[in-house]
């Protein structure tokens, strides 16, 4: 995992998720935005990269555009950003574990810390 220099704008990548998700290609598409923001460092914000991202998974880049315009998932991800934000969660990624929540990219000692954590409450 490589930090990128930026910090880019998720809110059009969930949407093309909920698309890749109805088509039935989540897991490709989930993996390879991780993969182009996170090893790539490219700018997953962007409308171009967003359906370049598209096509490298069989999904047709044309259909989501014409998607990502109609603001056709947007509902869904309102909704689930409502959900996040009544468990506390403010950002992302974020993972709970044993009842701890974390949010943002961490730090592994911080993952093993809560991990032991919820282990001594068990």
Known sequence: MIRPTFIASSRSALEAAEYASEKGKFDRF?????????????????????????AGCGLDPAELEKALNEKSYSSIINKDNAEAAAMGINGIPAYIIGGYLLVGAQPYRIFRRAMEQSQKKH
């Open 30 to 54: 989930h993996l390879a935005i991780f993969k182009a923001y996170w090893e790539d460092g490219k700018n997953i914000g962007s409308r171009s990269v967003l359906l370049e991202i598209a």
